[in-house]
């Protein structure tokens, strides 16, 4: 089993950044890939990035390619998301995710495959 709790959200500005963190316990010697989704108010839950274990694979939604940047600290246990450049389009909660094994990049955004799942932050962005 991996707990995972997510922090960082706030409210910002348009154009302001944010980072998000993502920290797992319990069986954190298992190689899991994590990802963040998001989910705003109206909408269905939607990928965001993923990152495997060995991070030299990351994949993004095209909504947020060149402005969002996924990363981790095995040391910390923890996954990043660096959000710049925000828009009010990005409102949303936002939840991270750990998946034994190695996501592609057909199988990063399916939510349905990941095993564990954080409490969700919010992030709020003024225009």
């Known amino acids: 089993q991996v707990q995972l709790e997510g922090s960082g959200g706030g409210l910002v500005q348009a154009g302001g950044s944010l980072r998000l963190s993502c920290t797992a316990s319990?069986?954190?010697?298992?190689?899991?890939?994590m990802a963040w989704f998001r989910r705003a108010p109206g909408n269905e839950r939607e990928f965001v990035a993923a990152i495997n274990w060995d991070v030299d694979s990351t994949y993004y939604a095209d909504s947020v390619k060149g402005r969002f940047t996924i990363s981790r600290d095995h040391a910390k246990n923890t996954a990043y998301l660096q959000m710049n450049n925000l828009g009010p389009e990005d409102t949303a909660v936002y939840y991270c995710?750990?998946?034994?094994?190695?996501?592609?990049?057909?199988?990063?955004?399916?939510?349905?495959?990941?095993?564990?799942w954080g409490q969700g932050t919010q992030v709020t962005v003024s225009s």
């Open positions: 995710a750990a998946e034994m094994g190695r996501v592609t990049r057909v199988t990063a955004g399916q939510s349905r495959l990941y095993n564990y």
């Open positions: 319990g069986r954190t010697s298992s190689y899991y890939a």
